[in-house]
């Protein structure tokens, strides 16, 4: 998992995540703050947001313990930790509340224990289901790292193959992004191509067919 430089609040995720709550659109606010967890090593504000849509919007007390809790962890702030916490005996009742047994009393020791352990249960449920999301979005982020180390050794390589550099020949629509990507596996080249290719470019969004490139 990657942790961005910019704060949390600055994530465009989260800034679109606000922008589905003014709206009115939870579900979609509840993807986006999703995203901005599975982007960062901590992501305290979003846990917190999700916990209280969970709770609030989709009348899931379960999970918004599961977030809240997550908050509570990652924030070092005491007085936000107690409205956490508060949030969370709040939620535990809305899910007594939910289960059959429960008819406006008092319940018995036994069967508050019993609730305490199935809801124990279903958070660990839900850290392990995370856990596996995070590993899983992990080693594809190893494998895609992999295969661009492997395309831009190869495009390295073609570049190196011959003595000099080498000089490419423009075919129609062809653009210096597209250039770039051929050889060296990235569009974000395309600069360097220019540079070397200054006097003879008249144009670098319009390059003409048959033209001669030198590729560095």
């Known amino acids: 998992m990657r942790q961005s430089s910019k704060p949390e609040v600055d994530d465009k995720n989260f800034a679109l995540a606000m922008r589905h709550i003014r709206s009115g659109a ?3 606010a509840i993807k986006a703050l999703m995203a901005v967890v599975k982007s960062r090593d901590t992501a305290p504000e979003s846990n917190l947001l999700l916990g209280t849509l969970h709770m ?4 899931d007390p379960v999970t918004a313990m599961y ?3 997550r908050y509570i962890e990652e ?9 956490a916490e508060q949030l969370i005996d709040t939620a535990k009742k809305k899910f007594l509340k939910s289960l059959p047994a429960y008819n406006g009393v008092s319940q018995s020791e036994s069967e508050l224990l019993e609730a305490a352990r199935a809801l124990k249960a279903q958070n660990t449920s839900l850290r392990n289901q ?19 180390d492997a395309s831009n050794g190869e495009m390295r390589s073609m570049g ?3 003595e000099g550099p080498m000089v490419h020949t423009v075919r129609g629509g ?17 600069e360097k191509i220019l540079r070397v290719n200054a006097s003879t470019i008249e144009d670098p969004k319009s390059l003409r067919p048959g033209q001669k490139l030198i590729i560095p």
């Open 174 to 190: 062809e653009t210096l992004s597209s250039i770039s990507a051929k050889y060296y596996g990235t569009p974000h080249f395309w």
């Open 160 to 162: 190196n193959a011959g």
């Open 26 to 28: 939870y579900d979609n």
């Open 130 to 148: 995370a856990a596996s999301y995070r590993k899983k979005l992990s080693d594809c982020e190893a494998k895609l790292a992999a295969l661009t």
């Open 56 to 59: 609030d919007k989709r009348d």
């Open 67 to 69: 977030f809240l809790r």
């Open 75 to 83: 924030c070092d702030d005491r007085n936000q930790i107690k409205i």
